[in-house]
């Protein structure tokens, strides 16, 4: 009887820091520092666009698991410049063509919709920094 109450106890502690844990990746995911702006290398400008409408997705312990296996802020230091640059490429194809943040996400949070001057400001930062890491 006193083994089944240490058990249960023992199991609720661990599924309770399970749960804590996973809470505290989902609120420091889209904020911590460490996916702000990998080691500098994003303008600040180009931060606070991606932090409001791509991060959400775009980053370790979001539930979008194929948009962190596209691509994941969280982990863009450890991309090789190779990577980095086909990423770019894609950003730049996928704002440009307004496929990103994707329509179905957009319906439930209008304030991530990209104004064409954040389009214009992601697309040329994409391509340039795709086109310096090619060289």
Known sequence: MKTNKIFIATSLIFLSSVLLYLI?????GASGSSI???????????????????YDCHTSGTQNIMANFALDFKKWDQYKDEKKSQLLIKIDEEVSEKNMPPKKYLEGNPGKVLTDKQVELVTK???????????
């Open 125 to 135: 930062w994409a391509k340039e920094e795709a086109t310096s890491l090619s060289k």
């Open 24 to 28: 505290a990746q989902r609120f420091t």
């Open 36 to 54: 702000i702006n990998p080691k500098g290398e994003f303008p600040e400008e180009i931060v606070t666009i991606l932090k409001n409408s791509c």
